[in-house]
């Protein structure tokens, strides 16, 4: 088990015994997925099991961008006054934009077909 940065918890869980390719299959289509996962020494009982969808409580990727350019604006002499902010990232985005852009356009420009 090991903690991380947003103070989540990460823990890794081995098998007891060899998988046959069919579970490891059925446990693959789960991966990356939310889920409720159960662990008892001994018999689980039927209070132990959560009711409802097991939810994703964390930021969305672009929530977590837009954090980590809030802190590159701060911490390189940026003042959220007056939205200078969303300027900022408005103009990041457009960056980034045009920079995807010019990758699609030399993909495009050396496909085969």
Do not use: C
């Not at 490891?24 to 689980?44: I, K, S, T």
């Amino acid at each position: 088990m090991s903690t991380r940065k947003d103070r989540s918890v990460s823990m890794r869980f081995s098998s007891a015994k060899e998988l046959t390719p069919e579970e490891v299959m059925n446990l693959m289509q789960y991966h990356l997925d939310n889920g409720w996962l159960l662990f008892a020494p001994n018999e689980l009982q039927a209070a132990d099991i959560p009711r409802g969808a097991a939810t994703d409580e964390r930021k969305s990727p672009s929530e977590r961008y837009r954090s980590k350019l809030y802190v590159l604006f701060v911490k390189t002499g940026g003042m959220d006054t007056h939205g200078i902010f969303d300027n900022f990232y408005r103009r990041h985005l457009d960056a980034l934009s045009a920079a995807l852009d010019r990758k699609i356009e030399a993909a495009e420009a050396s496909a085969p077909f």
